[in-house]
């Protein structure tokens, strides 16, 4: 876990790769993903947008193009890979106003057609300590729907084929602008969550 000190000289920019271009092909992973069937986000948990669960293979092709920016530790090796197809439509409503995410990183994908895209990612500092980046040592004091609470670092465009990839504890949220009626003009994407042995002690 952070300390005091090395929480708040934490660095969030440092740790935010911006890739563009990032797959070959992206219209043909933006066509499989229009043809998934997605399931809607449990009703008592903040997500919004609906999901459709990668294959092994498509998990590990992500995982491998993304591997670049992992960094190697053997004392905390990584034990899990989650990649998913997400959309969410101009009616989404945020439950909460930023949040972390369990998990040594997370990377999205941006798939809209060039011309939807809208909003993008944004990255949080806490402002009573300071921190940009999950202590467990603050925990009680984070107000994750509390907009006074969280100042912006930086917004990240949506870009087609643009990934965007950062520690999972990182303070996030989707910059909330949503649009689309259908997965074809929606805010599409491909996420990655990837795990390491002792994430559970970071939150």
Same mark, same amino acid.
Request: charged share 25%.
């Given at each position: 876990?952070?300390?005091? #000190?090395?929480?708040?000289?934490? @660095?969030?920019?440092?740790?935010?790769?911006?890739?563009? @271009?990032?797959?070959?092909?992206?219209?043909a992973v933006r066509a499989?993903?229009?043809?998934?069937?997605? %399931?809607?986000?449990?009703? @008592?948990?903040?997500?919004?947008?609906?999901?459709?669960?990668?294959?092994?293979?498509?998990?590990?092709?992500?995982?491998?193009?993304?591997?670049?920016?992992?960094?190697?530790?053997?004392?905390d090796p990584v034990v899990?890979?989650?990649?998913?197809?997400?959309y969410s439509l101009a009616?989404? =409503?945020?439950?909460?106003?930023?949040?972390?995410?369990?998990?040594?990183?997370?990377?999205?994908?941006?798939?809209?057609?060039?011309?939807?895209?809208?909003?993008?990612?944004?990255?949080?500092? +806490?402002?009573? #300590?300071?921190?940009?980046?999950?202590?467990?040592? +603050?925990?009680?004091?984070?107000?994750?729907?509390?907009?006074?609470?969280?100042?912006?670092?930086?917004?990240?465009?949506? %870009?087609?084929?643009?990934?965007?990839?950062?520690?999972? %504890?990182?303070? +996030?949220?989707?910059?909330?602008?949503?649009?689309?009626?259908?997965?074809? =003009?929606?805010?599409?994407?491909? @996420?990655?969550?990837?795990?390491? %042995? +002792?994430?559970?002690?970071?939150?």
């Open positions: 876990m952070p300390s005091d #000190t090395a929480s708040q000289s934490f @660095n969030a920019l440092d740790h935010v790769v911006i890739e563009d @271009n990032f797959f070959p092909d992206p219209d499989k993903a229009l043809t998934r069937s997605y %399931q809607e986000p449990p009703p @008592n948990t903040p997500r919004i947008a609906v999901t459709s669960i990668c294959n092994d293979l498509e998990t590990q092709t992500l995982f491998t193009q993304v591997k670049p920016w992992v960094r190697d530790k053997p004392s899990g890979v989650r990649v998913l197809y997400r009616d989404a =409503n945020k439950k909460v106003f930023c949040h972390v995410d369990g998990c040594s990183y997370a990377g999205i994908v941006y798939l809209s057609r060039p011309e939807d895209c809208a909003g993008g990612t944004s990255i949080y500092r +806490h402002r009573p #300590t300071r921190d940009e980046i999950y202590d467990r040592n +603050h925990r009680q004091q984070y107000d994750f729907n509390d907009p006074e609470q969280w100042e912006v670092l930086t917004e990240i465009d949506m %870009q087609y084929n643009r990934l965007v990839m950062y520690p999972g %504890q990182l303070f +996030h949220a989707i910059t909330p602008v949503f649009f689309g009626d259908s997965i074809e =003009n929606a805010r599409l994407t491909q @996420n990655i969550f990837i795990f390491r %042995q +002792h994430d559970r002690s970071l939150m």
